[in-house]
């Protein structure tokens, strides 16, 4: 499992940082959340192919998160795209792009499919055979929803040395790998655990942002491999987090503490900081494994 983070400071972007955006690798898919302004530059300097992207989620509809969405749109568009493109969104992201779309004469040459969200509840919003991904409802100034994202399990991997073992014909390997047990022609039947191994633990990704310290998102998250979860202040502009309703690097550590997770990546630095370290000596009061999010830095997991 990749991150590649395209984008995440807040507000506007500057010549040396950008609004959030960020690509998740998971399962050989490439998920594209959130769109600042300036994203599909930043695809290109992380030489991530736009043709790998079908699916784009955006947490909530202010500038920082979706100003480059319709540049990224068109731009597929200019490149001859024909590939379905989904776009996972609060509701008026459809009448917002196709307005765009429609005033400009710039119709996509693809399919392109908006997933509008209005649930307060977390609920599965795109699911396949490798990926299922669910909204977090977070707390913002707007209706805002982060993403869960979880592999689902492998297949059980087989033990070649334990079905030669006992003679197993090749025609029950894939039903081994299913998890079932085998029955051989005497009737004695053999354990799944004896004739295979355990596949790779699932991984997971939770994507925070932009909210106030809430936690109600905490039985949805638990447990995951990685939480990136918006710090857009420091401590001592606790009152401004509150105010604006959006988190410190100590109450995002708090939330990664509380559920228990593996690793906590920090975003959404407000540009007012000279630097971010302090972002990361702050979590770390509070929670162990913090990482510093930072434009065009990856992190495989």
């Known amino acids: 499992m990749r991150l590649t983070i395209l984008g995440c400071y807040a507000a506007t972007p500057r010549t ?5 955006a960020q690509v998740l690798e998971i399962k050989n898919r490439l998920f594209l959340i959130d ?3 300036g994203t599909q530059v930043q695809l290109r300097k992380n030489k991530i192919k736009f043709s790998k992207i079908n699916h784009i ?3 909530h509809l202010h500038g920082d998160h979706l100003y480059g969405l319709i540049g ?3 731009t597929f568009s200019l490149l001859g795209r024909t590939t379905d493109l989904h776009i996972y969104g609060p509701k008026g992201i459809k009448e917002l792009i196709l307005l765009q779309l429609k005033l400009t004469e710039s119709w996509t040459t693809y399919n392109l499919f908006f997933h509008e969200l209005e649930s307060k509840e977390s609920e599965v919003i795109f699911e396949d055979k490798k990926v299922i991904v669910k909204t977090i409802p977070l707390k913002h100034r707007v209706y805002t929803n982060g993403y869960l994202f979880e592999e689902k399990p492998d297949e059980r991997k087989l033990n ?3 079905v030669q073992k006992y003679d197993i014909h090749v025609a029950y390997y894939q039903k081994i790998k299913n998890g079932s047990d085998i029955t051989l022609d005497n009737g004695t039947v053999i354990a799944n655990e004896l004739l295979t191994f355990d596949p790779e633990k699932p991984k997971s990704y939770a994507f925070c942002s932009d909210t106030v310290y809430h936690e109600a998102v905490l039985p949805i998250i638990k447990d995951v491999d990685v939480l990136y979860h918006e710090s857009t202040f420091l401590e001592a502009e606790a009152a401004l987090a509150q105010k604006t309703l959006h988190s410190t690097a100590k109450e995002a550590a708090r939330i990664a503490l509380k559920a228990n997770v593996k690793h906590l990546v920090l ?3 407000s540009t007012r900081y000279d630097g ?3 972002f990361k000596e702050e979590a770390l009061e509070v929670f162990p494994n913090v990482l510093l999010g930072n434009d065009g830095v990856s992190f495989e997991f």
């Open 160 to 162: 070649v040395e334990a």
């Open 16 to 20: 040396i940082t950008n609004p959030t």
């Open 72 to 74: 990224t749109i068109s």
């Open 276 to 278: 971010i370290e302090r």
């Open 267 to 269: 975003g959404h630095y």
């Open 35 to 37: 769109c600042g302004e």
């Open 57 to 59: 989620f955006i947490s």
